[in-house]
C-alpha cells in the first residue's frame, strides 16, 4: 500500500458536539451515490465477468476518483466514486468484504466521514463523524474521537458506540491502524528535550479502551502511516525524520504488538547502496505478506534526480532481507503466487498531489494491467496472511569496468578491451602488467604507477564511469562535480549516481544549490586519461600527471 506523509489535525470539539454527531450517524443509510449493485463495473478489460464475491485486491484512482477492486483473474470494477477528497489509503475487514476509509473535515466544517463499503454489493454507509483515522476493530469499523478522548465504533449492524480511553489521548492523536483486539494511535508531542519535530507515542488501544503504550518510555518515533499485520498481532510503520523538505529520512520500524521493543528495517546491500545515497530517503509503499513484510525505499520526489534505479523494493522477514527488483513504486504479495506492482507513470501524476503508477497484478504466470494513474493498493487480509516468501533478484553489479560513460553513452568496444585489461592488472597487484599497459606514458607517471598503493587507486578508478576529456579521449573517472537534484545544469545522472556510491562520496552543500554536491577529487586524486589513436585505445596518463 502506498505510503503518504499526512499531517496531523487539530479538531478539539465540545462534548456535546461530539454526541450529536454520533447520535446523528445511527440514522444514516446508505449514500446515494454508494448505492451501487453487482452490474457496476469499471475500467478493466475484463470487468463485466468480474467477481465481485471474490475480491482480492483494492486500489485508489486520484483523477477518476475511484475505489476500484479486482478479482484474483485480475478482473476489476469500480466499487465507488470518492468525490474530490480522495483517500490515501484503505483498510480492509478482516472477512475482505468491506472498505473504510477517511474524509477530513473541511475549512469551516466541525465533522469530517467515515466510509464503509461493502464491495460484494456495493453498498456504502457514510457516517459523520468529528473524528481521525479509520480502520476496522475486529469486524467493526473505527476512529478515534477528535478531542482524542474515545473510539468511536460503527458496527455493521446496529448504533455506533462511544468507548472511552482510560488515558485520553488529546485533540492531535490519530488511529493510524486497526486490528483483530485493538488498534493502534500516534500521538505527536510538543517539541522539547529529547523530542524533535513530528515525533510522538505509539499506543495500542483495545475493546475496553484501555491504552497500552508500544514505544520504550523516552523513545518516541514519527510516523506517516502504519499497516498491521495479517494475524492482528504485529504492526508496521514507516518514520520520517526530517531536517527539512528535502532532507527527510524514512524507516520502515516492525513491532510485534507485545512488551518488546520495535525493530528498525534498513536494507544495507548493494542496490541499496547504490540506489539512495546518502539519508535522504522515502518509504513510497509498505504491505504485510505472510510473516514478513514488502517495502520499496526511494529517493524524495522533486528534491532528488528521479531514476528508476533509485526505487528499491524488498521482503524481509526476521531480519533476513530479500531484494525483489528496482524501479517500482510499490509491490505487495497474495495468495497462491499473486503479485500486485505499482510502477511509475508520470504523465498520469501530472498535475495530481497523490504519486501514482500502473498497477498490474500477477495470477500464475500472466501478468495483467489493472489500471493506470493509481496511487494506493492494497490486498484483503486473506490474501496478504497467505503470501509465501518471494524469490530474490539478482543484485545489480557492483564495482566492474563499465560500457557506457558518464553520461549513458556506448564506449568503443577497444576503449572497454583496454579498461579490463587494466582492471584484471590491477586486481592481481600486477604492477609491472600495469606499466607495460601504461607504455606510453611518461616517466613521472610510470614512477606513480609503481607506487605499492598505485594498483588499488587504479582499480577505483577504471571501474567508474569515464567522461570525455577531449575529441578522442576519455577520463576514469569522468565525475568531477555533480548535483543530486533535480533540472540543475549539473544534475546527477544515474552512471553518476552509480559511481558516487561505487566511490563511496559523501556530500556537500553549495551556496549555488539546494541539493546535495558530490565531488570525485577527494577520492580519486589522479584520474586516469586514455585516447583513442588510429583507431587503437591507449593508456596515456594521469589527469595530474
Not at 469499471?42 to 470487468?47: H, I, L, R, T, V
Not at 449492524?157 to 490519530?174: F, H, M, N, V, W
Not at 576503449?415 to 582492471?423: D, F, K, N, P, Y
Request: glycine residues 12%; hydrophobic residues 40%; charged residues 20%.
Amino acid at each position: 500500500m502506498t505510503l503518504l506523509p499526512m499531517p496531523f489535525r487539530v479538531r478539539a470539539l465540545a462534548g456535546f458536539l461530539l454526541a450529536a454527531a454520533l447520535a446523528a450517524t445511527s440514522a444514516c443509510s446508505a449514500d446515494p451515490e454508494g448505492e451501487r449493485g453487482q452490474g457496476a463495473r469499471g475500467a478493466g478489460p475484463s470487468s463485466t465477468s468480474a467477481d465481485p464475491q471474490r475480491p482480492v485486491l483494492a486500489f485508489v484512482r486520484p483523477k477518476q476518483q475511484a475505489v476500484m477492486v479486482a478479482d484474483a483473474t485480475g478482473r476489476t470494477w469500480q466499487a465507488d466514486r470518492t468525490g474530490p477528497q480522495v483517500p490515501d489509503h484503505l483498510n480492509w475487514s478482516p472477512d475482505g468484504r468491506r472498505l473504510v476509509w477517511m474524509d477530513t473535515a473541511k475549512d469551516g466544517d466541525t465533522t469530517g466521514r467515515v466510509h464503509v463499503l461493502d464491495v460484494t454489493t456495493g453498498k456504502k454507509i457514510s457516517h459523520a463523524c468529528p473524528c481521525s483515522g479509520a480502520g476496522f476493530l475486529g469486524a467493526d469499523a473505527v476512529s478515534l474521537a477528535s478531542d482524542g478522548s474515545a473510539l468511536l465504533v460503527f458496527p455493521a449492524t446496529g448504533d455506533p458506540q462511544r468507548i472511552a480511553l482510560s488515558r485520553s489521548k488529546g485533540p492531535y492523536a490519530r488511529l493510524v491502524t486497526g486490528g483483530a483486539q485493538d488498534v493502534t494511535l500516534f500521538t505527536p508531542l510538543p517539541e522539547g528535550p529529547g523530542v524533535f519535530r513530528g515525533q510522538g507515542t505509539l499506543d495500542a488501544v483495545d475493546r475496553h479502551g484501555q491504552v497500552r503504550p508500544l514505544l520504550p518510555p523516552k523513545q518516541p518515533s514519527t510516523l506517516t502511516q502504519a499497516w498491521r499485520a495479517p494475524d492482528g498481532k504485529g504492526v508496521a510503520w514507516g518514520s520520517a525524520d526530517s531536517g527539512g523538505a528535502c532532507w527527510t529520512v524514512s524507516t520502515l520500524f516492525e513491532h510485534a504488538g507485545t512488551s518488546s521493543r520495535p525493530t528498525r528495517l534498513l536494507p544495507a546491500d548493494t542496490a541499496f547502496r547504490q540506489a539512495l545515497i546518502g539519508d535522504q530517503r522515502t518509504i513510497t509503499s509498505a504491505a504485510w505478506a505472510g510473516g514478513g513484510l514488502t517495502v520499496t525505499y526511494t529517493g524524495i520526489a522533486n528534491c532528488q534526480a528521479q531514476y528508476p534505479g533509485r526505487s528499491v523494493t524488498y521482503y524481509v522477514r526476521d531480519g533476513k532481507w530479500t531484494y525483489l527488483g528496482s524501479g517500482l513504486l510499490g509491490l505487495a504479495l497474495g495468495a497462491d503466487g499473486r503479485i500486485a506492482r505499482l510502477r511509475g507513470d508520470a504523465h498520469v501524476a501530472d498535475g495530481m498531489s497523490l504519486p501514482t503508477g500502473r498497477l498490474s497484478l500477477t495470477s500464475g504466470t500472466r501478468e495483467h494491467v489493472l489500471a493506470d494513474g493509481v496511487s494506493t493498493f492494497v490486498f484483503t487480509p486473506a490474501e496478504s496472511a497467505s503470501a509465501k516468501a518471494p524469490a530474490a533478484q539478482p543484485q545489480p553489479l557492483a564495482a566492474a569496468v563499465t560500457t557506457v560513460d558518464d553520461h549513458g553513452k556506448t564506449l568503443p568496444e577497444t576503449m572497454v578491451q583496454l579498461a579490463r585489461r587494466i582492471e584484471r592488472a590491477a586486481a592481481d597487484d600486477d604492477t609491472e602488467a600495469l606499466v607495460r599497459l601504461c607504455a606510453g606514458c611518461g616517466e613521472g607517471v610510470l614512477q606513480w604507477v609503481r607506487r605499492t598503493e598505485a594498483p588499488a587507486e587504479i582499480l577505483t578508478a577504471i571501474r567508474a564511469h569515464p567522461g570525455k576529456n577531449g575529441p578522442q579521449g576519455l577520463m576514469y573517472p569522468g565525475l568531477t562535480t555533480c548535483v543530486d537534484e533535480p533540472k540543475q545544469d549539473i544534475t546527477c545522472t544515474p552512471e553518476q549516481l552509480h559511481d558516487i556510491a561505487v566511490l563511496g562520496l559523501k556530500p556537500d552543500r553549495d551556496i549555488d544549490y539546494d541539493g546535495s554536491v558530490y565531488a570525485a577529487w577527494e577520492t580519486v586524486s589522479v584520474p586516469l586519461i586514455m585516447r583513442t589513436e588510429n583507431g587503437e585505445a591507449r593508456w596515456t596518463g594521469l589527469a595530474a600527471g
